[in-house]
C-alpha cells in the first residue's frame, strides 16, 4: 500500500516535469495519449485531467488557463459506501469550440460548457452552460453573453497590443501605461 503511494507521487512528479516541458502541439499530443479528446488550436497551460482522463473533451480552440483542474468522478459516493461498496460515480466534461478556461478553475464531472464561451478565473463549473456566455463564481453563474464582453473588452482603458511584443518591449509597455518606473 505504502509503495504504491510512493509510484503515484512519484508518477505524478515526473507527469508534471515532463508536462512542463512541453508547449503547444507537443503538450496537445501528450495529453491525446492520455486518453483527452482534443480538438485542432486548442491553447492548454493546465496539467490537472483527473483520473479519468478519457471522459474530457476538448473542441476546436479552447484556451485553458494554468491552475485548473478537471474532475471526472465524484469522491461524495464515498457515502454510499454502507449500501454498496463497489459503486463509483464518474461523469464526462466537454468544452466546447472557442471557449477560454481561466486560471485556478474546477470543472466538475457532468460539465458541458458550450461554444464561445469564458469561464472566469477560480470558478467552479458543474452542468449544463449555454453557448456565448460568461460565467464566474462558486458556484458558476451566468453573468453575460459573451458578445457584450468582447465589446467591454474591446474598448476597455487597459488593452495593450502587447502580443507581438517581445518581453521586454511588453514590460516597457506596460509599465509606462500604469506609471511605473
Do not use: Q
Amino acid at each position: 500500500m505504502i509503495l504504491n503511494s510512493m509510484i503515484d507521487v512519484i508518477g505524478c512528479v515526473w507527469y508534471k516535469a515532463i508536462f512542463s516541458l512541453l508547449n503547444g502541439e507537443n503538450r496537445n499530443n501528450f495529453l491525446r495519449r492520455r486518453g483527452i479528446k482534443i480538438g485542432k488550436g486548442c491553447k492548454i497551460y493546465a496539467s490537472e485531467f483527473s483520473t479519468e482522463p478519457f471522459l474530457i473533451e476538448l473542441r476546436d480552440n479552447v484556451t485553458i488557463a494554468p491552475g485548473s483542474f478537471f474532475i471526472t468522478h465524484d469522491g461524495a459516493i464515498e457515502m454510499m459506501r454502507d449500501i454498496n461498496p463497489e459503486v463509483d460515480l464518474f461523469g464526462k466534461i466537454v468544452i466546447g469550440a472557442n471557449s477560454i478556461i481561466g486560471s485556478h478553475c474546477i470543472i466538475l464531472p457532468n460539465t458541458e460548457v458550450g461554444d464561445n464561451c469564458i469561464v472566469g478565473a477560480g470558478s467552479v463549473v458543474r452542468g449544463k452552460i449555454p453557448n456565448d456566455s460568461v460565467v464566474i463564481g462558486n458556484p458558476a453563474k451566468i453573468v453575460m453573453k459573451t458578445s457584450l464582453a468582447k465589446k467591454m473588452l474591446k474598448n476597455h482603458k487597459n488593452c495593450l497590443k502587447t502580443k507581438l511584443l517581445n518581453k521586454n518591449e511588453k514590460m516597457n509597455m506596460v509599465r509606462e501605461h500604469f506609471n511605473i518606473s
